[in-house]
């Protein structure tokens, strides 16, 4: 089974800290993904990446940063946390082959106050 | 345009019911469609899905219908059960895109009574 893993599941920063999410896939995925959810939004996708190092911007990009040093990690930067980034994080990952077949992680709600 | 609209934001339907969520889209470069699954604290997975060249496609009790002339496609869920209680997102994509970026539904919230 495909596993995806976020290093937290709940999360609390203060408005201007730096945070990190970081994520980890076990199935040799060459694409991953970051989205937030939330109520009545749905999932927006904030970046994805299709190989290590490359990324690319997905619809709400500001704000946001991300790093893909390996192929099986891919970690979200919020750089300076705003109260607007509350919200609850997945990650997910897919196959190259099949890049719509992506596979989630159980999420981190990141509350910041 | 890669707005999917979803109605309805939430549904409640008694066991053994037969609940319809619909979705509709505008950009006709779409070519795939899933829906994804979310329960309470994990994170959705996919279900079910569909491309335009069929009408219809059952996997067990869920069924999508595709319309495509209407640009809308819906899901069905047979002899519906309460464990089938959960969030339900569909969404599109398209070679166009590259087939990674995944458009979205707000979801729908579904709860089978007993």
């Known amino acids: 089974d495909v596993k995806v893993t976020q290093s937290s599941r709940y999360l609390v920063k203060r408005t201007g800290e730096k945070v990190f999410l970081e994520c980890v896939q076990d199935?040799?995925?060459?694409?991953m993904f970051w989205y937030r959810q939330d109520p009545g939004l749905g999932l927006r996708l904030i970046y994805f990446s299709y190989d290590v190092k490359m990324k690319e911007k997905g619809d709400i990009p500001e704000g946001y940063s991300v790093s893909r040093e390996k192929k099986e990690r891919f970690s979200l930067i919020l750089e300076s946390a705003s109260t607007n980034q509350t919200s609850m994080y997945l990650c997910?990952?897919?196959?190259?082959?099949?890049?719509?077949?992506?596979?989630f992680g159980p999420g981190t709600r990141l509350t910041v106050t | 345009q890669q707005q999917v609209k979803q109605s309805p934001q939430s549904l409640i339907v008694q066991k053994g019911g037969i609940p319809i969520i619909n979705c509709a889209y505008e950009?006709?470069?779409?070519?795939?469609f899933p829906w994804y699954q979310q329960f309470p604290g994990k994170g959705p997975a996919l279900l079910i899905a569909i491309r335009p060249d069929v009408s219809e496609k059952k996997e067990g009790r869920f069924t999508i219908s595709f319309n495509k002339s209407a640009k809308q496609f819906s899901l069905h869920i047979m002899d519906s059960q309460p464990g089938d209680s959960a969030t339900y997102f569909c969404a599109a994509t398209g070679s166009n895109f590259g087939n990674e970026k995944l458009t979205f539904g707000t979801g729908t919230r579904l709860t089978i009574i007993p």
């Open positions: 199935m040799d995925h060459e694409n």
């Open positions: 950009n006709t470069a779409f070519d795939y």
């Open positions: 997910a990952s897919s196959p190259g082959d099949r890049p719509y077949e992506q596979y």
